[in-house]
């Protein structure tokens, strides 16, 4: 619980210890966030709970989504922090846009909606959550395709992507951007903006490192946002496949962590910020949330250590959309432009 007059916790972090990245509106993102995807088995109540606590223990970075359909919760906890005393600029509050609001005249209700649950009156970062214009139902299943599937289509998105520019105009979002984009993708996107994207959300973690976009993303200034930072060990059943691998399993890892007497969890977390991505793990444990936080404010691994994590990626993508894919035939690769160009409807 927050005290009435916030402190951190004796054993948390002091925010001005946790590193940050610095945007180029002069922002700065603390360089660790909560997650706050429950994985369809973790409740808004519990989620929220771990939001007011990791605000405690020194966390002033939030995750959030509609679609994680914890956003009320998430606001309410939200507000707890800042009765007790944490400044609202002091937080970094993330949400995004889901794929069946991707209309013209949905963007912008849809934002608010976010904005109304989060109790907030601005939001630090709004990201378009996927490029397809595709709704599942929450909790589908992987097999499952919706009969409207579109592919990616840049004019559509150009004309979602105009309504999170006049949410910056209109004063009700410091920075937008993207998540699980490709470079062809963001190619155009940086072609036709008019206010480009700030940070791009990805899957990142010591097997699944991107080296290609997350190059792309950082020459052309864009913050990148590791998402499963950790191999996402708790993620539901239809986002599994048998030839996924566990990071925190990893030979390497495992040696790493305990040598340097820290969880592989923690590890992960602490390489993907060292790296230079923004990871948002979840946890709903104060032990775990606050080991990573601890972990990402202590000092730098060595370089050795950091190259020997870098030699562990194995491409292992656990997020693969399956879902979005629009024809019959595709495999799930055809959402992710492996061959350099966006892939044709
Ligand atoms: N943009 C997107 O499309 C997208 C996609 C996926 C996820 N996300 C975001 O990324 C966040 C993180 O991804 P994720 O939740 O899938 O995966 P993750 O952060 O890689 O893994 C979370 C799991 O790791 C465990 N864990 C965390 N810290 C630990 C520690 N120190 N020791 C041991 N276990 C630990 C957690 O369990 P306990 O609760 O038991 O600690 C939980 O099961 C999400 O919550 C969401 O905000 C975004």
């Known amino acids: 619980m927050l005290l009435p007059t916030f402190q951190i916790a004796p054993d948390g972090v002091d925010p001005a210890r946790v590193p940050t990245r610095s945007l180029p509106t002069g922002a700065r993102i603390p360089a660790i966030g909560l997650g706050t995807f429950g994985s369809d088995h973790v409740s808004g109540e519990e989620v929220a709970a771990a939001v007011v606590g990791a605000a405690s223990v020194g966390y002033r970075h939030f995750d959030c989504a509609a679609v994680y359909g914890n956003e009320r919760q998430v606001g309410q906890a939200l507000r707890e922090v800042q009765r007790g005393g944490v400044r609202r600029e002091a937080l970094w509050v993330t949400s995004k846009l889901w794929n069946d609001k991707h209309g ?12 109304a649950d989060l109790q907030l009156d601005y939001l630090d970062l709004y990201l378009v959550h996927w490029p397809f214009p595709n709704f599942h139902p929450p909790g589908c299943s992987g097999d499952s395709r919706s009969p409207d599937a579109k592919p990616y289509l840049h004019d559509a998105f150009m004309r979602t992507w105009r309504q999170l520019e006049r949410l910056v105009d209109l004063g009700l979002v410091r920075h937008i951007g993207t998540s699980n984009m490709t470079v062809p993708k963001l190619e155009l996107l ?48 239809r986002d599994r496949t048998p030839e996924d691998s566990v990071d925190v399993e990893d030979p390497v890892v495992v040696a790493l962590s305990r040598r340097l007497e820290l969880h592989p969890a923690s590890l992960c977390v602490k390489w993907g910020a060292q790296h230079g991505q923004v990871p948002i793990p979840f946890s709903v444990k104060r032990a775990n949330y606050l080991a ?5 404010a202590s000092a730098p691994l060595a370089e050795a250590d950091m190259a020997a994590i870098a030699g562990v990626d194995r491409g292992c993508r656990l997020i693969k959309g399956q879902v979005f894919l629009w024809k019959e035939g595709q495999s799930w690769h055809d959402l992710w432009d492996e061959d350099g160009r966006v892939t044709p409807a």
């Not at 990573?292 to 990402?296: D, E, F, I, Q, T």
Request: hydrophobic share 35%; with cysteine; net charge negative.
């Open 190 to 237: 940086l072609r036709d903006a008019r206010i480009g994207p700030a940070c791009n959300e990805m899957e990142l973690h010591p097997h699944f490192q991107q080296p290609e976009l997350f190059r792309w993303v950082n020459e052309h200034g864009i913050v990148p946002i590791g998402y499963c930072p950790i191999g996402s060990p708790g993620r539901p059943e």
């Open 292 to 296: 990573n936080l601890r972990a990402v």
């Open 104 to 115: 013209e005249a949905d963007v912008i209700p849809a934002f608010k909606r976010s904005l």
